[in-house]
């Protein structure tokens, strides 16, 4: 049966195509290894499970979704970025896959100039070509999904991801997934709580996987968050970071939704 995810990375696999045809993989090898070097999204992430300050926020620029259709406009994602940062996020999330989500490489590269801390590419990352390219845009971080990847690729591709000074946000939304992502070495893992095969959201899905997680990996909730009171239960359930797309976009005033998200969290301890 094709998945959601089949016919996103169909898709992608095209895309990226057309792409290489225009910038060979040797020129945009030079062209990430000329880029200023990588910002350490690792460690703006890491301990928000123990910080007093609360948990980190990875703010997402997106546009459409396959689940919801139309999001927001975002004429100017490098202003919406810099909005999150004022907020306080720790890092950014730039959706660049076009068909689904609006996103570009163009906005990956605007969002890099307009912020000073750690920018993760968001696409759907199956070819070496992606992850060059990713570089050479600015990305600091990559996403890795691991229901889209074997585990030879997983391997692979978690190393050249460092060996290009970046880290990875690893995908998981099931318990052998997890599993997969902690044997390979990921020091980033989020688990997703909307399954890609199907776009069901279930909110207790964290709980239920979180106690997978080994303590010495970053800890990532992803997605469901529709206000600060989601940010709290994600935080509660020992979450290091939140990643937030659409209750950010739809907001309307993002700096102080990223404020309020952040506060939220410190609430943490109060039952
Ligand atoms: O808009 P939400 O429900 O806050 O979700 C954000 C984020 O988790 C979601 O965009 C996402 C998580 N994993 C992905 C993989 C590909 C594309 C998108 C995603």
Do not use: C, W
Request: glycine share 8%; proline share 3%.
């Amino acid at each position: 049966m094709t998945t959601v995810l089949d016919s996103i990375i169909e898709g992608v696999r095209e895309d990226l195509e057309a792409r290489a045809r225009q910038t060979p993989l040797s020129e945009m090898q030079a062209l990430a290894a000329s880029a200023d070097s990588a910002l350490d999204a690792h460690t703006a992430l890491e301990a928000g499970r123990d910080d007093p300050s609360g948990v980190r926020i990875i703010a997402e620029v997106k546009r459409s979704s396959p689940s919801k259709g139309a999001l927001a406009e975002i004429p100017d994602p490098a202003a919406l970025a810099a909005a999150y940062q004022s907020g306080g996020a720790s890092v950014i999330s730039v959706l660049t896959e076009s068909r689904r989500f609006g996103g570009s490489l163009s906005d990956l590269a605007a969002v890099r100039a307009g912020v000073d801390i750690p920018v993760l590419r968001k696409d759907f990352m199956v070819d070496e070509y992606q992850f060059h390219e990713a570089r050479a845009y600015g990305a600091d971080l990559v996403l890795l999904i691991v229901a889209a990847l074997d585990d030879r690729q997983l391997r692979d591709f978690l190393s050249l991801t460092h060996e290009l000074g970046m880290n990875a946000l690893v995908e998981a939304h099931t318990e052998e997934e997890i599993e997969r992502a902690v044997t390979v070495g990921s020091r980033i893992v989020g688990v997703n709580v909307r399954n890609l095969k199907t776009l069901d959201v279930d909110l207790n899905h964290y709980s239920a996987m979180a106690r997978h997680l080994p303590h010495d990996v970053v800890r990532v909730a992803e997605s469901g968050v529709s206000g600060p009171d989601g940010v709290l239960d994600y935080a509660r359930q020992g979450a290091d970071a939140v990643l937030v797309g659409e209750a950010l976009v739809k907001h309307g005033d993002p700096t102080a939704a990223v404020k309020s998200f952040r506060s939220a969290s410190l609430s943490k301890e109060a039952q």
